[in-house]
């Protein structure tokens, strides 16, 4: 089995630094993402100017329940997230954000790698995987527009 890969561009109505503050805040997930039932920060750390956070997040997607670990590199400079997984039922989970100013808005670049350790549960959840991603994508740019509207009011 090789890694699954998704990759696609948003232009979004919202400040690339809006986009980069809503994905760089992983501790806000459980509030608005769907299928993230918790979510705790383990350690945070400074390596210039970039901060590297290992989280642990749990999902859950219908009767599935999963817990996994990950490494999010936070570089505000370059305005990009990078997660890839430590631990969990993933042979393979790493994701990329790039956000980059565009006309009134900005460009959102994102690109998912993924490969489950289990062929029973990529085959259950493989199909929902994509699915997922896109909601979760649609769940960011929500979470963008209301953080957008408080600060306007």
Do not use: C
């Not at 808005?105 to 493989?126: I, P, Q």
């Amino acid at each position: 089995m090789s890694a699954s890969t998704h990759s696609e561009t948003r232009i979004v109505p919202y400040s690339a630094d809006l986009m980069y503050r809503v994905v760089a805040d992983v501790e806000q997930y459980p509030k608005f993402l769907p299928w993230v039932v918790a979510l705790r920060v383990l350690s945070r750390m400074r390596e210039g100017e970039r901060e590297v956070v290992l989280a642990e997040m749990a999902v859950g997607y219908g009767a599935l329940r999963e817990k996994y670990t990950s490494r999010v590199v936070l570089d505000p400079v370059a305005r990009s997230v990078d997660v890839a997984q430590t631990t969990g039922p993933f042979r393979q989970l790493e994701n990329h954000w790039r956000f980059a100013p565009e006309g009134a808005g900005s460009r959102v670049d994102f690109s998912l790698a993924y490969e489950f350790k289990s062929r029973l549960l990529g085959a259950v959840a493989g199909v929902a995987f994509g699915k997922v991603y896109q909601q979760m994508a649609d769940a960011f740019v929500a979470r963008a527009h209301q953080l957008a509207s408080a600060e306007r009011h």
